[in-house]
């Protein structure tokens, strides 16, 4: 019976076959939290990301808040404590713009990869690796969207 549910270790073969985003019940999101606990480290270089997860769904120069800043929840458009949605259609563009204000003024541009890893609720999820400007990870974490 295991087997039909599919293995959560990490196989290169059924990563590589399966990068459709598209695919809402994509085998990588069993594998993606072996891959972070055994296979991606900081340091590694992104010759090596791509060696072992082959090409990224995406690759982009982006905005990244170093870790010990979060978005405030002024900001945010979630309520943390809650879940409940604080996005208000009304103001949409003025929370839009304080956010973008918020990367600008404490982001840091890094090369960002993102693989999708399946899908929850209605987005996709998808492993994201940040590089330093050297080329080598710097972070990497599930997201959605």
Request: proline letters at 6%; aromatic letters at 8%.
């Amino acid at each position: 019976m295991a087997a039909c549910q599919g293995d959560t270790t990490f196989d290169k073969d059924v990563w590589l076959r399966n990068s459709d985003m598209s695919d809402t019940s994509n085998p990588r999101a069993r594998m993606v939290a072996d891959v972070m606990a055994h296979h991606l480290h900081v340091g590694l270089t992104r010759d090596s990301v791509l060696a072992l997860l082959g090409p990224p769904y995406s690759e982009n120069i982006e905005l990244v808040l170093p870790e010990n800043v979060t978005l405030p929840d002024s900001l945010s458009l979630q309520n943390s404590q809650t879940t409940e949605k604080l996005y208000d259609s009304q103001n949409a563009e003025a929370q839009r713009e304080g956010i973008n204000a918020f990367y600008k003024q404490h982001g840091r541009p890094q090369t960002v990869l993102r693989y999708p890893v399946g899908w929850s609720t209605i987005d996709p999820n998808f492993l994201v690796i940040c590089l330093t400007r050297t080329g080598k990870v710097a972070s990497y974490y599930i997201a959605q969207g």
